[in-house]
């Protein structure tokens, strides 16, 4: 559950499905539901394209290996003393990537010293915020700070970043979507965006909306059974089903939130019950004599962690290049080619 603290993030929801050799769970069924057409894509209105990189410039070659891990790259985690953060801590830590010993908090925390991998982070209370942040700014010149907070923090950090100047990565969902993106793009400022940050996701979510735009149709007359508990990946997922003329409605997502249903129905490993993100979509024919079945399952933070790291070194490349200081998001880091 998440914390008083405004700093702090929330663990990763839970979802949940049963696995192979299990008692199926009795998913409601979602047929003869009115088709809504509105459209949630992970794509934004850019033209899509698959990820391939056909040439490179001896400039971006140069800058693909200076953004490498070691070279001068430094991070500041906000949100260090919740999982999500302390998670990617671990991961750019193992990747190499320098992590600058301060991080920001709420008022209670203001003086404490966090350890993760190793490392003893100063945690800063609000009200010395943008002193601090400037000044870490100052000492590392290439800082990229990453924003795992809570939601209610999310457009004051954004607008602080903005204000200093520093390109950040924001993980943390909520807050005002509209005002952080009016907010960040006003400031021109280089920062990634993304409510979702597992790479392999946000592929796969890509893979469903160009099926979905070159295939409308396809599954016209199936029925869509489903059990997620990520409302926002599900709605993605389905949307791109109504597009291939499949019969949904996000009403009928089953929830199963009893922690002992997790292991004995779902098959969620007990280490996982306070991380972990199921999805599974049955599709089946109006006859019932064909299925398709579409799942992904993630237990614990490192997909979403790792995914952030190469937002950061994707991000690094783009200031040394002195690419276009706008708002990205995970596509294009995917776009990109050259995550580890």
């Given at each position: 559950m998440?914390?008083?603290?405004?700093?702090v993030s929330?663990?990763?929801?839970s979802?949940?499905?049963?696995?192979?050799?299990?008692?199926?769970?009795?998913?409601?069924?979602?047929?003869?539901?009115?088709l809504?057409?509105?459209?949630?894509?992970?794509?934004?209105?850019?033209?899509?394209?698959?990820?391939?990189?056909l040439?490179?410039?001896?400039?971006?070659?140069?800058?693909?290996?200076?953004?490498?891990?070691?070279?001068?790259?430094?991070?500041?985690?906000?949100g260090?003393?919740?999982?999500?953060?302390?998670?990617?801590?671990?991961a750019?830590?193992?990747?190499?990537?320098?992590?600058?010993?301060?991080?920001?908090?709420?008022?209670s925390?203001?003086?404490?010293?966090?350890?993760?991998?190793?490392?003893e982070i100063?945690?800063?209370?609000?009200t010395?915020?943008?002193?601090?942040?400037s000044?870490?700014?100052?000492?590392?010149?290439?800082?990229?700070?990453?924003?795992?907070?809570?939601p209610?923090?999310?457009?004051?950090?954004?607008?602080?970043?903005?204000?200093?100047g520093?390109?950040?990565?924001?993980?943390?969902?909520?807050g005002?979507r509209?005002?952080?993106?009016e907010?960040v793009?006003?400031?021109?400022?280089?920062?990634?965006?993304?409510?979702?940050?597992?790479?392999?996701?946000?592929?796969?979510?890509?893979?469903?909306?160009?099926?979905?735009e070159q295939?409308p149709?396809?599954?016209?007359?199936?029925?869509?059974?489903?059990?997620s508990w990520?409302?926002r990946?599900?709605?993605?997922?389905?949307?791109?089903f109504?597009?291939?003329?499949?019969?949904?409605?996000?009403?009928q997502?089953?929830?199963?939130r009893?922690p002992?249903q997790?292991?004995?129905?779902?098959?969620?490993?007990?280490?996982?019950?306070?991380?972990?993100?199921?999805?599974?979509?049955?599709?089946?024919?109006p006859?019932?004599?064909?299925?398709?079945?579409f799942?992904?399952?993630?237990?614990?933070?490192?997909?979403?962690?790792?995914?952030?790291?190469?937002?950061?070194?994707?991000?690094?490349?783009?200031i040394?290049?002195?690419?276009d200081?706008?708002?990205y998001?995970?596509?294009?880091?995917?776009?990109?080619?050259?995550?580890r």
């Amino acid at each position: 559950m998440a914390t008083t603290n405004w700093l702090v993030s929330s663990p990763t929801p839970s979802v949940f499905l049963h696995p192979p050799g299990s008692p199926r769970l009795a998913f409601a069924s979602i047929k003869n539901q009115t088709l809504v057409k509105t459209r949630v894509s992970f794509l934004t209105n850019a033209k899509r394209r698959l990820p391939a990189v056909l040439s490179m410039t001896a400039t971006e070659e140069g800058a693909v290996k200076s953004v490498l891990p070691g070279n001068g790259i430094s991070i500041m985690v906000n949100g260090c003393t919740g999982k999500m953060g302390k998670a990617v801590i671990k991961a750019a830590d193992t990747a190499g990537v320098n992590i600058v010993p301060t991080s920001f908090g709420s008022a209670s925390e203001a003086g404490q010293t966090v350890e993760v991998c190793g490392k003893e982070i100063t945690v800063h209370g609000p009200t010395e915020r943008e002193e601090v942040l400037s000044s870490v700014f100052q000492k590392h010149p290439e800082l990229i700070v990453v924003d795992y907070t809570i939601p209610t923090a999310v457009n004051d950090n954004a607008e602080l970043y903005s204000r200093v100047g520093v390109p950040f990565v924001m993980g943390t969902t909520g807050g005002d979507r509209e005002k952080l993106y009016e907010s960040v793009e006003k400031a021109k400022i280089y920062a990634v965006i993304s409510p979702q940050m597992g790479k392999q996701v946000v592929a796969f979510l890509a893979a469903m909306e160009i099926m979905a735009e070159q295939f409308p149709g396809a599954f016209s007359g199936y029925s869509l059974e489903l059990a997620s508990w990520i409302v926002r990946t599900a709605k993605a997922v389905i949307s791109c089903f109504q597009e291939l003329g499949v019969s949904s409605d996000m009403d009928q997502i089953q929830l199963i939130r009893d922690p002992k249903q997790q292991v004995e129905m779902v098959g969620v490993p007990e280490e996982h019950v306070s991380g972990h993100a199921f999805h599974l979509y049955h599709l089946t024919s109006p006859d019932e004599t064909v299925s398709f079945e579409f799942q992904h399952n993630v237990c614990g933070r490192s997909i979403y962690a790792e995914g952030t790291v190469d937002a950061v070194l994707f991000l690094a490349k783009k200031i040394r290049l002195k690419a276009d200081q706008r708002i990205y998001n995970m596509i294009d880091v995917l776009r990109e080619g050259n995550m580890r």
